[in-house]
């Protein structure tokens, strides 16, 4: 109808944190409050909460495809995002879909340890990311150990950073986002698109609130993408929010709690 907002809309393919702070939880509540709507893939059930995760159940793939072509062949999407991808199966599953359905602005954040240390990718599954799901990538967004598990390298330094940076841009992604959370100083995530590399700083905030980070940065960035955004104001986009999600966190629970993701409405 005439005069209707179109609605920028986005997915992610990722798994369920019972505990609401990271996964498609997270992923969902970022879309919302970042203006986008959101649509869901379901890889694995998690029973986890802020101290740790303690069961793991994998949807099996006939499902993880299923959902993937009911939302695109209905919804459709903007941008996509993965997220938990925990095994070579479930991975082969989502890069044959997103061949299949020529999905151009996808973020893959290549998670493999929670925040409480659970492994949350199989080992013999890395290959398999590094193959099929990262040269499909418009932006991938690991942290220091997930780049340093990606390259092979010790990270230490920001010129390891960079060197790691080019390293996975050369398994084929389109941009890379190396998040520098885990080193010491600020927080300085670099981007990389084979021809500049660009730092995005903010000053690190003292809290155990971070359960989630890694979700929330690369779907705010799906965010950004879906709304039209090019990749370096997505990832500034993501930056400035995922910064202020921490900065107004709150406790909950009484291991590592989740981000404040509707601070603009808890006034």
Excluded at 123 to 135: H, M, N, Q, R
């Amino acid at each position: 109808m005439a005069g209707l907002r179109y609605v920028p809309r986005a997915m992610t393919i990722a798994g369920s944190d019972s505990g609401g702070g990271a996964g498609i939880q997270a992923d969902l509540k970022t879309f919302a409050a970042l203006g986008v709507y959101g649509t869901s893939t379901l890889t694995a059930i998690t029973a986890q909460n802020t101290l740790g995760v303690t069961a793991i159940h994998e949807v099996p793939t006939e499902i993880i495809s299923a959902q993937i072509d009911a939302v695109l062949g209905d919804i459709g999407a903007d941008a996509v995002k993965t997220g938990m991808l925990s095994s070579t199966a479930i991975i082969e599953c989502v890069a044959e879909a997103m061949t299949r359905h020529q999905v151009q602005r996808l973020v893959v954040d290549p998670v493999m340890v929670a925040k409480s240390g659970d492994s949350l990718l199989r080992e013999d599954a890395v290959g398999t990311l590094k193959a099929l799901l990262i040269p499909l990538a418009a932006v991938v967004t690991p942290n220091i150990p997930e780049a340093e598990t990606l390259t092979g390298s010790e990270i230490t330094t920001p010129e390891d950073v960079r060197r790691a940076a080019q390293s996975i841009f050369d398994m084929g992604a389109r941009g890379v986002v190396v998040k520098g959370g885990h080193l010491e100083g600020p927080a300085t995530d670099l981007f990389y698109d084979g021809s500049r590399f660009q730092e995005f700083t903010s000053p690190r905030i003292n809290t155990a609130n971070t359960h989630g980070t890694g979700c929330t940065f690369a779907s705010a960035i799906a965010a950004g993408l879906a709304q039209d955004l090019d990749v370096i104001d997505a990832v500034a986009q993501a930056k400035e929010y995922v910064t202020e999600a921490i900065r107004h966190s709150f406790p909950l629970g009484q291991g590592h709690g989740p981000l404040n993701h509707f601070y603009k409405l808890w006034v």
